[in-house]
């Protein structure tokens, strides 16, 4: 099946920016999500990327090189609130979630 | 109120118990889905529905049934609960143009 692979755990002082790889296989790849979950709650829609390039929502941009089979998602002016779990997902003929990579936000 | 519905919440139950969880859904999407999570896995889609005739395993179906009693409305049933499928279940909708999700708050599961 295909691979989702990111980091497991990240920390980031508050005010700072972290930035969250992800890769995946390319072969019929044809988008790729990031969610953010935080503990206990359900995931919540954060970007979804289908072209080579960055995205920028606010504090939250995300990236996309398809020929490279990577994305990133930035964080930047962190809160935080912004300590939780962020999910790659990405669509072939199905979506797949990578196992999510724990940030912690430290004062 | 909340566009994607689960009951119950939480649940505790004893191995061998029949158990039903429930999904409701006002987005008026026609997909919907099921998904459990686990520590460390991520998350895993046990089945999913395209339209109301229509039933797909998901990666992980086994000991586990569902029922699309309507657009907006997803079973999935545990017809002999055992301990190792505790875990935390979400049921999801989705954009048919994007496949964004749009997720339920979760059921908590505990089989003892």
């Known amino acids: 099946g295909q691979n989702i692979d990111q980091p497991t755990e990240m920390t980031a002082t508050e005010g700072a920016i972290v930035q969250i790889n992800c890769t995946y296989q390319t072969s019929g790849f044809n988008g790729l999500f990031w969610y953010q979950q935080h503990a206990g709650e359900a995931p919540t829609f954060l970007s979804y990327?289908?072209?080579?390039g960055l995205e920028e929502k606010g504090r939250f941009s995300s990236f996309l090189s398809r020929s490279k089979g990577y994305s990133y998602l930035l964080l930047k002016e962190l809160q935080m609130k912004d300590s939780a779990s962020y999910l790659c997902?990405?669509?072939?003929?199905?979506?797949?979630f990578g196992a999510g990579t724990q940030v912690v936000v430290t004062p | 109120d909340a566009d994607v519905t689960q009951t119950p919440r939480n649940r505790i139950t004893k191995t061998g118990k029949r158990i039903m969880l429930e999904c409701s859904q006002t987005?008026?999407?026609?997909?919907m889905y099921w998904y459990r999570q686990d520590p460390g896995l991520g998350l895993r889609l046990i089945y999913y529905s395209f339209d109301v005739k229509d039933i797909n395993k998901g990666e992980i179906s086994d000991g586990y049934s569902v029922s699309r009693q309507a657009q907006a409305k997803f079973s999935l049933s545990l017809e002999s609960a055992i301990p190792n499928q505790t875990a935390l279940y979400f049921c999801a909708t989705s954009d048919p143009s994007t496949d964004t999700q749009y997720f339920g708050p979760g059921t908590r599961l505990t089989v003892l």
């Open positions: 997902a990405a669509r072939w003929r199905k979506l797949q």
């Open positions: 990327n289908v072209l080579d």
């Open positions: 987005k008026g999407h026609d997909r």
